[in-house]
């Protein structure tokens, strides 16, 4: 046999190992991993994170749709707030105003007593002069 054959087996082995294991550590330096249980957890992960973003727009949307009612209701707010002052002063005014009526009322009711009684005293004197003596 030659004593070449070792050294060139040797050095065939050496580099058949060197490319092996360069393949090998190419394939898990990667990022992909290629057996079934992998692919499933990678599959369920990629669910997952689909539907947390689905579950987050639909918040979002939510909090979009409410935060609009909300600044509807406080300009209802507002307009309510502004309207019961309104009516509240309004009150106050009719209040005063009922008030002074009712005053004016009573003297009103008083002249016409007193003008009754003028006028019949008025009238009786009138009969008085006008009768006859006994």
Same mark, same amino acid.
């Given at each position: ?67 609009? !009612? ?23 005014? =009719? ?12 003297? =009103? ?8 009684? !003028?006028?019949?005293? !008025? ?12």
């Amino acid at each position: 046999m030659n004593p070449l054959v070792p050294i060139v087996l040797g050095l065939l082995g050496a580099v058949i190992s060197a490319v092996g294991a360069t393949a090998l550590a190419r394939r898990q330096r990667s990022g992909r991993i290629d057996t079934s249980e992998a692919d499933d957890l990678w599959a369920e992960s990629k669910a997952m994170r689909q539907e947390l973003r689905a579950e987050a727009d639909s918040l979002r949307a939510e909090v979009l749709s409410l935060r609009a !009612e909300v600044t509807a209701m406080r300009v209802e707010s507002v307009a309510m707030r502004e309207e019961s002052v309104a009516l509240r002063q309004e009150g106050i005014v =009719l209040r005063a105003e009922s008030v002074a009526l009712r005053e004016e009322m009573v003297t =009103l009711r008083e002249e016409s007593v007193l003008l009754r009684r !003028e006028d019949l005293s !008025e009238r009786l004197a009138e009969q008085r002069t006008e009768e006859p003596p006994p």
